[in-house]
């Protein structure tokens, strides 16, 4: 009979989960025992970067990724990033270490105290299993727990008594289980939605992330082409992918992130359509009306939270791309005036150090067809999105629960999974230090991600947010002498700065074309970049 540790080795196979992400302690080594030959280990030198990149890698790939924590500690490390990939709507199956099972009610050191309840707001299922036969089902439930609608982290502690255990009979049977994790629309509500959509005189579709997710975005290209429907994107701060191509000409930029804002900015709409988003992802709090006069509101989501937390609208319950596809096959050819394409983006004015503005209008030259961006620029997210235009399924990941750290080690994981798309990671300056070591295991797995890193020398977001919040003389908001470049280096990544717009130029052409992972720091004026 086949021990606790082959059955869940060949069911994570099953599920094509060979690459497992971790940073290892004593009570893991057990699990890890005679690696099988067909497995990938990825370290991560902290639990903030082994998740993350295993939050990468399972959106890129859109499939279940595990990552392996320490007990306790390497959960408590772990909890921003694992908050992360809720928001992100991640499919991770975190497990962790546990004392052996004889030291746990006397707490021997390393006891990971009340294990199930540590992750508890951040993951949808947390467990411990009770016999140590149990443990292949019970990380079956948290691949399956975490792979259906909303896709999120599921939690498992493993006693580390537990792997040379003789397994059941039943587990052949668990290993086996497959699920189909999207449900489709009601029929009628989807009828219902046509015709209102048919009816309207001046009805927009505003574009949520899980439109990608779900791979829902050449329907929703066709959807609003046929209905001729001016597409927002929704709000950028919770928006971790694209919904639509920016580059399209029915594109009319992204939503601002608050209530008056938002209803400002769709002020004369009489039917306002959300895809693969929440309601919004708000932020900061600036009242107003939460639609504009004369206004109604349809969201159609697969998260029943999403569903029910909603201040405003109707709301149709479905995976994004089922629903449009459905709804394709209702509505006809629309009768009306297309909206006016954006401006095209400008570079703005040349200067000394350059603006984020210049700096992303020069990534935009470079930028490939097929690249993938993955962004942590707090105060410039704006001023990339309107320069690059990224108009490709899966070109852009963005951490949606806003927890820093996401960016450098997502990134890692998202070229990973994505192994033949060159992917470049913006980051700012101050962003980086929260997955820094992300840096090494980058040069350790030669992972050819392209690190772009603007510096400003401060928190310039924060400064924002500090006029905004009408905050006067706060501390802690000035980065003199972060020298990122360096501290990549020295971790084996080969960094460059450079300054002006020709050497920018020069070193992402040759970073991105290079195979290896490399940086390029370049200072930027401080503010918020917008355009
Ligand atoms: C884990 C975590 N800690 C703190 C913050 C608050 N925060 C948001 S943006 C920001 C500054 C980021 O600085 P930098 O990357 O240099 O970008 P800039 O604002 O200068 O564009 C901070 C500290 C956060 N979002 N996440």
């Known amino acids: 009979m086949a021990s606790v540790r082959e059955v869940t080795f060949e069911l994570f196979r099953e599920h094509g989960m060979t690459t497992i992400f971790g940073n290892p ?24 970067v082994a998740v993350g990149m295993a939050d990468g890698y399972a959106q890129a790939s859109g499939r279940p990724a595990h990552v392996n924590l320490h007990t306790a ?18 499919p991770l199956v975190v497990t962790a270490g546990q004392q052996v099972r004889a030291h746990i009610t006397m707490q021997a050191n390393l006891t990971n105290r009340d294990a199930t309840r540590v992750v508890h707001p951040f993951v ?24 259906l609608a909303p896709r999120g982290p599921a939690f498992v502690s493993l006693p580390m008594d537990d792997w040379n255990v003789e397994a059941e009979d039943a587990s052949g049977a668990v290993v086996a289980r497959s699920s189909e ?21 001046n009805p927009v579709l505003v574009a949520g992330p899980d439109i990608d997710t779900s791979g829902g975005w050449d329907d929703a290209v066709a959807l609003a082409e046929r209905q001729k429907l001016p597409v927002f994107a929704s709000p ?51 009242p107003g009306p939460l639609l504009p006069e004369g206004a109604t509101l349809v969201a159609i989501t697969s998260d029943p939270d999403e ?25 006809g050819e629309a009768n009306r005036a297309e909206p006016k394409p954006l401006q095209e983006p400008s570079a703005g004015d040349d200067s000394d150090p350059m603006t984020p503005t210049m700096v992303h209008n020069t990534l935009a030259q470079v930028f490939p067809d097929d690249g993938i961006i993955v962004l942590e620029s707090p105060s410039s997210t704006l001023a990339l999105r309107n320069q690059l235009r990224l108009s490709q399924s899966g070109s852009y990941y963005f951490g949606a629960g806003g927890g ?55 928190y ?72």
């Open 404 to 458: 820093l750290g996401f960016g450098l080690a997502g990134a890692i994981g998202v070229q990973l999974a994505q192994p033949d798309r060159p992917v470049v990671c913006v980051l700012g300056e101050g962003s980086a230090q929260y997955a820094i070591t992300g840096f090494w295991s980058a040069a350790a797995y030669d992972v050819p991600v392209t690190f772009l890193v603007l510096r400003n020398d401060e």
């Open 236 to 286: 950028a701060p919770g928006g971790g992918r694209l919904g639509f191509p920016e580059g399209h000409p029915l594109f009319q930029g992204v939503l601002p992130p608050a209530i008056g804002p938002v209803a400002e900015t769709l002020k004369g709409r009489d039917l306002i359509v959300v895809i693969g988003s929440s309601v919004f992802p708000y932020y900061p709090y600036i």
């Open 307 to 331: 569903a029910a937390r909603a201040p405003m609208g109707d709301v149709i319950l479905a995976d994004p791309a089922l629903a449009l596809r459905a709804l394709l096959a209702e509505v």
């Open 73 to 90: 500690p390497g959960v408590g490390n772990g909890m921003g990033a694992i908050f992360n990939a809720q928001a992100n709507h991640s």
């Open 460 to 531: 310039s977001i924060l400064k924002w947010f500090a006029d905004v919040e009408e905050v006067a003389g706060a501390p802690g908001l000035d980065l003199p002498a972060l020298e990122v470049a360096k501290v990549a280096e020295a971790y084996g990544v080969a960094s460059k700065q450079v300054s002006g717009r020709d050497e920018l130029h020069a070193a992402l052409e040759s970073a991105i074309g290079s195979g290896k992972p490399q940086l390029v720091e370049v200072p930027v004026t401080p503010g918020m970049a917008l355009f």
């Open 124 to 147: 949808k299922w947390s467990f411990e299993p009770p016999r140590a036969q149990d443990v292949p089902h019970a990380i079956a439930r948290a691949i399956h727990t975490a792979s």
């Open 181 to 201: 994790p999207r449900s489709g629309p009601d029929p009628d509500a989807i009828k219902a939605l046509a015709k209102r959509l048919e009816e309207a005189s």
């Open 25 to 48: 302690g004593s009570t893991e080594l057990p699990m890890l025992a005679e690696f099988p030959d067909d497995f990938r280990y990825v370290l991560g030198l902290q639990e903030a």
